[in-house]
């Protein structure tokens, strides 16, 4: 795939995926030429008819809610410092993504994918990132309600495989997020941010700028609150504002290693750079779920981005090994 400096984006594209499911050839490559143009000039787009349905969110909004308003010597009983694959739990600062920052003012929740058929007894005891989920059992609810938007992601897969040039069924056996969970390495965080009054130190932020670590991010924005700001190249904030009935999809490392990126360099799927500030006066939730293929998933280049002139720029590492690493430094400290 050749490439060309984009011009700096000055909006995040809306993509509309009502015909995600059409099997007219013509739709099909309609779909895939819009999201490889966001992927390659944005790194982020915003989808409309995504199929999650509002109440879902209203529900799951409700569960953060009162799980985040527990004290917190409760939420501090599954910190996710305590579990050995820093699932759980993170209090306000205690997480750090941007290397220059002093720590990031958001209390969060994470928890892996799991077989959620089989939630009672979490299988998951093997692999790069074993032990079970540690979920609060003050609210049982909480981890039902936490548990959808797996769809949308298996259905976005074939799309981005597409925009790259290669066999629609690519991340097939990349990614089980059907029966076969153990190594799947999907993420879900769940965001409270407190609002940030008067003048604001950019080194404690809601988030620090960063890019994401998996292939792609599927992430709900509380309604009305504007947090969230993307980084273009001419290297301006430019807002990502939450859009009524829209989701945001931003690619991440896996997907920029894939085609033998980096998000400082020229890109072809850019995993941009991104940041929270909520400066609303009021808290702010957001969940995002990241897409990682399985862990043992080597992250090599796709033959069609690197050639002679562009040779890869990463050296070869499994998914789980990334991910796990990117944890540690964010959390581990
Ligand atoms: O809360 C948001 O809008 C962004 C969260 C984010 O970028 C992340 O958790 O990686
Ligand atoms: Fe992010």
Known sequence: ????????????PVIDLVNISSTDPVVRRGLVE?????????GFF????????EEIMGATLAQMVRFFDLPL?????????????????????SGNNDPNGEGDLQ????????AFENAVKPQDDEGILAGANPWPKELPEFRQAAHRALELGRKLFPLFALALDLPEEFFV???????????????MRLLHYPPQFGEIDNRVIGIGAHTDWECFTILWQQPGIQALQVLNSSKEWIDAPSIEGT????????????????????DVFTSTIHRAINRSGVRRYS???FFGTDYDVRLEPIPSCVSTDRPPRYEVITAGEYIKGRLQATYGH
């Open 73 to 93: 010597d409760q939420k501090m009983e599954i910190e996710n410092k305590k579990s050995p694959n820093l699932m759980g739990y993170s209090p306000i600062l």
């Open 34 to 42: 819009e999201i490889k143009h966001a992927c390659m000039e944005v």
């Open 173 to 187: 056996d990349k990614m089980h997020l059907s029966t076969q969970t153990k190594h799947s390495a999907a993420l």
């Open 247 to 266: 989701l945001v999809i931003n690619l991440g490392d896996e997907l920029a290693r894939w085609t033998s990126n980096s998000a400082y360099a020229d």
């Open 107 to 114: 209390e969060g929740f994470e928890f892996k994918f799991e």
């Open 1 to 12: 795939m050749s490439n060309s400096q984009p011009e700096p984006f000055k909006a995040i």
């Open 46 to 53: 915003y989808v409309k008819n995504h199929g999650i349905p």
């Open 287 to 289: 969940i995002p779920l």
